[in-house]
């Protein structure tokens, strides 16, 4: 309760302070935003969410309710976007905002108008402007916070910046160049390692710069009557304080003749330039999904808004817009014939649930903690001594400063190191203690988040884990799941393989797992109609061979594993706009090793770059890319002045088609499956969706049937160019399956 109770106080505190006539508080949402998808690692090496965090969430928000204080929260966008966002709409209706936040991103908001409102070390606050902002950083201009971060990187959120230049080097080039563009422009005057740093992460700081921008145009009304700040609804606010023993906070309540059932409304009549608009930042949001099926009101809303606009958040107060959907003869035959059917075997699979083998996962806990342990003496023993492995700070200490292996790395403000999995891996040639360091941060992650944790999911009453599917969150058309969020699941790694065995069917049943092979590689073959490669799948080719066979100019027997493995990573890259930098990496070549790949596989299938360049010119010209079965993703930013912004754009105008057209599909063949299943009158169940892949809990006497029926409908669901291949497997439990 002490973080609950932490910010509760601060809340008060902030209100006592600024008086605001009107206030939000806005939180993450749950599930990705899109600067995930733009970059899987973002934010990748903060520390799993504490448990008591995630308990406080939900708590919060009840609390706020109570306080009648309205909760922002909008999919696909983190709360500095949604902030950024209100903030700048309250601002040209005349208030003067103000950010209760103490993150270094939100000076780039800041206006005559809009402050940040930062907690000091020695506790209080500091207001800052435009004047305190660039004072405080050595910039001349707000906006320059950008192309701060974007130079120097945020280690909290994984954005890279440029590696060797830190606060004090990045301040100097904002000095000298004014911004990233003209920086990047101008190299040339640059000397030495400086230059060659610059020059060789290029992606990096552009990147890094599309990441560190706050969004202000978020799909969002401002609605100033619905932000007016309340007195606290004590009936409700009361009874939590009680149950949270925050007595002191209960000294604050009216008497009983006091308490009113309905709120009054502060500051109602406040002259328009004397408004202030409070807005608080919360933390990462983990709450629970409401379990109940929607009303199927609500749910036709939510199905119509979220295929008129993916990324559009769903407002019940607004009428559902039919006609607009109807107008769309593609749309509403998705709604139809997809989303709405799929709503329902979405719910049959909620309920029917997840069956685990808990004595399985314990055992394997057991094991992996013995390992655990075991990695752990040889990390003493290589590195010369004894160190808390689990301290980012510790580490650092021993890396750099005993071992020194890295001369040149530099403390960040908070006095240590950073070593996260970026770091480790440019270090791990140096000493062996490195790649142990990684293996036992791995194992942990794998212990404490899935191994552990799982077991906890399981309703007591049922015996199963039931997952909530969440048909309307993904701006490609794709499911995600929550609690616990299966589409995540470590499965393909040899220790991950330990969750696939202890997934289990129901007694008298077996596990069936069918699943696309290869089915986004399929959809670029079908979509570029480059022949070599739809050749290649239609002969039933190793696809990876015969690509490598292609770009390397060898005879497809000859074709080494290191060529394959080479041309399956160019494969999936491709798909999703990789870079030469990008791919160097994750090949370990040179970059001129990875561009000849690229430069190569361009040769090999002029198809695919001539369908690249066609989708990006087609999303310039109507402002959304749009899936084979007329499923649309808005693409606002296709025609950026900024580089990085409007690169961002284009790759989804490559990949939304394919992520969405295989969305769909996947999502067709589990409305036909079920009906099918339904149909014949077979007992099996349709249980689990991870991705490309579909499993099932089928009882012994209808395995034959079962597999006949899902691997037709999933293989004849949609025809291309191209074969849609299902592999269909059976056993004891997933991995066995799988």
Known sequence: TSAIFGF?????????????????????????????EAFEQYKAQRQETPEDIRWAVPRIKQILQ??????????????????????????????????????????????????????????????????????????????????????????????????????????????????????????????????????????????????ATIKTDVPMEFDAQALVYQDKDWDKLAPLYRELEFNSLLKQAPNNEEKTQNSKVKSQNSKKNEATLDLFAAFDATETPDEQPLPQESLEGRLVSYLLNPEVAYNPQQPVQWDALKADSALWNLYNEVELPLAEVLREMEQAGVRIDVAMLKQAEEQLNTELQTLEQQIYTSAGTTFNINSPKQVGEVLFDQLQLDTKAKKSKTGQYSTSEEVLLTLKPKHPVVGMILAYRELKKLISTYISALPTYINPETGKIHTTYNQTVTATGRLSSSNPNLQNLPIRSERGQLIRQAVIPDE???????????????????????????????????????????????????????????????????????????LAQQLDCSRAEAKALIDGYFAAFPGVIDYIERQKQLAREQGYAVTLF????????????????RSFAERNAVNSPIQGTAADIIKMAMVTIHRRLKQEGLRAQMIMQVHDELNFNVPENEVEKVREIVVSEMQNVVHLTVPLIADCGVGANWLDAH
């Not at 902030?14 to 600067?35: E, M, S, Y």
């Open 8 to 36: 509760v106080v601060t809340f008060e505190d902030l209100i006592k302070r600024l008086k605001p006539t009107h206030i939000a508080v806005a939180f993450d949402p749950a599930g990705p935003t899109f600067r995930h």
């Open 66 to 211: 109570a306080m009648n204080i309205p909760v922002l929260e909008v999919a696909g966008y983190e709360a500095d976007d949604v902030i950024g966002t209100v903030a700048h709409k309250a601002e040209k209706e005349g208030f003067e905002v103000y950010m209760a936040t103490p993150d270094k991103d939100y000076g780039q908001l800041v206006t005559d108008h809009i402050y940040m409102y930062r907690p000091r070390h020695t506790g209080g606050f500091e207001k800052l402007g435009p004047q305190e902002v660039c004072e405080k950083y050595g910039l001349q201009h707000q906006s320059q916070v950008i192309d701060l971060l974007g130079l120097m990187g945020d280690s909290s959120d994984n954005i890279p910046g440029c590696k060797g230049v830190g606060e004090k080097t990045a301040v100097q080039l904002l000095q000298q160049f004014g911004s990233i563009d003209n920086l990047l422009a101008h190299t040339d005057q640059l000397k030495g390692a400086l230059q060659r740093k610059v020059q060789e992460q290029v992606e990096d700081i552009r990147f890094s710069y599309f990441l």
């Open 630 to 645: 007329g499923r649309k993703r808005y693409l606002p930013d296709i025609l950026s002045h900024n580089a990085t912004v």
């Open 508 to 582: 008298g049943c077996v596990f069936l797992s069918a699943d696309y092979s290869q089915i986004e590689l399929r959809l670029m073959a079908h979509f570029s109609q480059d022949p070599h490669m739809v050749e290649a799948f239609r002969s039933g080719q190793d696809v990876h061979a015969a690509t490598a066979a292609k770009i390397f100019g060898v005879p497809i027997e000859e074709v080494t594993k290191d060529q394959r493995r080479q041309a399956k990573t160019a494969n999936f890259g491709i798909i999703y706009g990789i870079s030469a930098f990008g």
